[in-house]
């Protein structure tokens, strides 16, 4: 499963794992209902502390010349809980069963701008609480979001990436 070039050179990310696997895939079939089955033909290198990539299980990186990165940044991990990218979500989201929300064209041009909106007790019917979700348009993944509570309202925060959002 491991075809990740492992030549020690500065640039080279760690394979993770299957212990390590498991638990990442884990934890986002615990969040979000995503079979850890998606996953299969992926592994997961950390190329930073700061986050794991996603890449092909028969990925070979080059020897020359050395890439500058590898694989699609997948999970932030220096969050309080560690976050589903927009990009992994994009790829992967469509696999939920739980935690995400779905929001009409009006709710979905918020979204892409980075507002936050209220939302109802429909919209998060597939929701647990308060925390990361996945939010989709007419079943098309947008990206992440952040459910929050406040009182009896709950409001959702765009997580939608700034260099990539609507005026």
Known sequence: MHHLNTSPTPNTPDVLSAAEHHN???????????????F???MLIRPSPKYLCIVPDDYRAPTSPEPGSVGMV????????????????MVFGHAATRNYISVNRERAAAYLARQ???VTA?????CTGPGYVIVKHDDFV??????????TDWMLESLYPKGWATS
């Open 122 to 126: 429909e919209e998060i019917r597939h």
């Open 40 to 42: 299969c033909g992926w």
């Open 142 to 151: 947008l990206g992440m979001g952040l459910l929050r509570q406040k009182a």
């Open 74 to 89: 997948f999970i932030r991990t220096t969050h309080k809980y560690p976050k589903l990218t927009s990009a992994g979500a």
């Open 116 to 118: 936050s909106f209220p």
């Open 24 to 38: 990442w895939f884990g934890l986002l079939e615990e969040r979000f209902g995503i079979p850890a089955r998606t």
